[in-house]
């Protein structure tokens, strides 16, 4: 079984900072490509960051300049530190990563973090 955990969520005024910490356990062959999602009730899930293997990034606009993806393979985790929050950045964060164990096939497969919350709010 392979398992990921969000941590480092929280409530936070406007302007704050908050890191968040996704650390994936279990029978890890590798980790390729990882993200970070969010969503709000009401709203479908979306891309806000990912990281691929040889650390290459991508950002969605709304958090560009204002977030950094980064991950430590040999942890097996990935972070977002979060920077100059906004009220529209509250949401619930889900870490996703593609996984190769270590008695599967040669392929990774997706896995999803339960979700942390993030309050951004005076």
């Known amino acids: 079984q392979v398992r990921l955990v969000e941590s480092g969520g929280g409530l936070v005024q406007p302007g704050g900072s908050l890191r968040l910490s996704c650390a994936a356990s279990?029978?890890?062959?590798?980790?390729?490509?990882m993200g970070w999602y969010r969503q709000t009730p009401g709203k479908q899930r979306e891309l806000i960051a990912s990281i691929t293997s040889s650390d290459s990034t991508n950002y969605a606009d709304s958090v560009k300049g204002r977030f950094t993806i980064s991950r430590d393979n040999a942890k097996n985790t990935m972070y977002l530190q979060m920077n100059s929050l906004k009220p529209e950045d509250t949401a619930v964060y889900y870490c996703?990563?593609?996984?190769?164990?270590?008695?599967?096939?040669?392929?990774?497969?997706?896995?999803w973090g339960p979700g942390t919350q993030v309050t951004v709010s005076s």
């Open positions: 996703n990563a593609g996984v190769r164990t270590t008695t599967g096939p040669r392929l990774y497969n997706t896995y």
């Open positions: 279990g029978s890890i062959f590798s980790l390729g490509a």
